[in-house]
Nanobody, 126 residues
Framework: HVQLVESGGDSVQAGGSLRVACRTK??????????MAWFRQSPGKERQLVAS????????YYTNSVKDRFTISRDNNLNSLYLQMNSLTPEDTAIYYC??????????????????WGRGTQVTVS
């Protein structure tokens, strides 16, 4: 049984930083290598892939609007995924979701591949 639980969402001022985390359980029973990602969704907008990483290695992916500001990382020992967010702007306000796929591909950029989702954590920038 796969579980993804996000934490760390908060209200911050523009220009500030925040790190959100995702504790995972059960993913290694699905595949030895898989994609993990952070998505976000704000009211009235579609869910957007923010950053993704392949557990088998390779460079992470970032959507253009967060490049050089956000960093995705993993802690294998803690079964955790992180998103460090710097230089936050009000446009970053959204619910941030952690997601994982079944390990069928290493591209990690297709939203439809992600089948395991957390419930999200709210990030508000003002």
């Amino acid at each position: 049984h796969v579980q993804l639980v996000e934490s760390g969402g908060d209200s911050v001022q523009a220009g500030g930083s925040l790190r959100v985390a995702c504790r995972t359980k059960g993913l290694t029973s699905i595949a030895s290598r898989y994609c993990m990602a952070w998505f976000r969704q704000s009211p009235g907008k579609e869910r957007q892939l923010v950053a993704s990483i392949y557990t088998g290695g390779g460079a992470p992916y970032y959507t253009n609007s967060v490049k050089d500001r956000f960093t995705i990382s993993r802690d294998n020992n803690l079964n955790s995924l992180y998103l460090q967010m710097n230089s936050l702007t009000p446009e970053d306000t959204a619910i941030y979701y952690c997601a994982a796929d079944r390990g069928y591909t290493s591209s990690c950029r297709r939203t439809s591949d992600y089948v395991f989702w957390g419930r999200g954590t709210q990030v508000t920038v003002s």
